[in-house]
């Protein structure tokens, strides 16, 4: 390892060692600060050579200049809707936003008067975010699809502008997939009470998804025309090694849980150290993000914000429902209809193998595997995943097959559809 590399290295340990004696003060203190640091640690080793050759090159206040300008001039996640509110059944107030097609009274509203009929209710297409992410994490889609179908994109609980989860910040509950999913039944509920349904999830998006199909097989098999699954899976999630090496991943899988509960309790002083080892864990945000090399570097830190904005105490909230998660049972409910599954095929947090389980299970499911894609396929390559999702919609009778989709650019110079 290189000195650079060694000393991005130590600044996350000194982080984690600072938070473990703060959580250790009351005994055991040289405990939880070895914890810390080696769980810390290892996890940061990937990440740290990318660190060291940026340092060797820009300055420290370069760097953040530069974020500040990224920032400033990025487009991405300024997207925004007609806001809406949904309560989930814990009470938790859920934050979505809708776009429709036309505005009220539109040329829809004069067909219906002409015609003295209803006219057909419209498809709308719900999509749900991933771990640590919120609604914007589709900008592109978004971008694409509007004014072309109704959309419904919203935030799941204690993320984005959605409310802190009401069970589990006043009685201690511990979060589950699955109430997940019964969020999602709310907030469709709320904004799409009648009419069809294509659901498209990322990540614990798409678990969410399967969550809701467990919980009301009913409503999946009398309102959903349409689904995608989009690097997410349906279980196993315990096996995942984030390549790292076995000895690695065995390590960070026994301590991370309590690690991070730890420095979920002293979320203020774990705040201060994210900020002040910044630099270092924007390139292991970007390792677990990205497979290309040529990611804009504004789309990257769109990433980046996003995660950031994540506060700790959440992150250890959510993290132990995905070792319990296993919706494997549920997925014979999607059979009857399109389904997309898709996945980048350099994705570290959910293996591109999770979405071949999946389509293993639905046969008729279109499965595509994005070559340099990681993470967030969806804004590594957009020109992808919008291409396939609009042939979903168009095959799910939710758009007309002449339908143009809108523009939604690209993030890397060597991305191509299809």
Known sequence: MSESSAEAVAEAASAAVAVASATGAAGGWRRA???AGAAIGVIAAGAAAGVALERMTVGRGMRAKARL???????????????????????????????DVEPQGGPAGRRRRL?????????????????????????????ALRGVVRTVHWDQRSHGRSARGAAQLRDGVALTIDQLGRDLKAVIDAAAPEGPIVLVGHSMGGMTVMALAAQYPEFIRERVVATAFVGTSSGRLGEVNFGLPVAGVNAVRRVLPGVLKALGQQ????????RATADLFAGIIKRYSFASRDVDPAVARFAERMIEGTPIDVVAEFYPAFTDHDKTEALPLFKDMPVLVLAGIGDLVTPSEHSEAIADLLPDAELVL????GHLVMLEHPEVVTDRLADLLTRAGAVPAGATVGGYGSTSSTAQPG
């Not at 015609?115 to 592109?140: E, I, M, N």
């Not at 979320?267 to 994210?274: I, N, P």
């Open 33 to 35: 600060t070895g914890i």
């Open 69 to 99: 300008a990224l920032d400033a001039a990025g487009p991405y996640g300024s997207l925004r809707g007609t806001p809406e509110k949904a309560y989930a059944d814990d009470g938790t107030e859920l934050y979505y936003e809708i776009d």
């Open 115 to 143: 015609f003295g009929r209803k006219a057909p209710l419209p498809v709308t297409v719900v999509f749900s975010h991933g771990y640590c992410l919120t609604q914007d994490s589709w900008h592109f889609q978004r971008a």
């Open 267 to 274: 979320a203020a002083l774990v705040e201060k150290g994210r």
């Open 370 to 373: 994005v070559p340099d894609a």
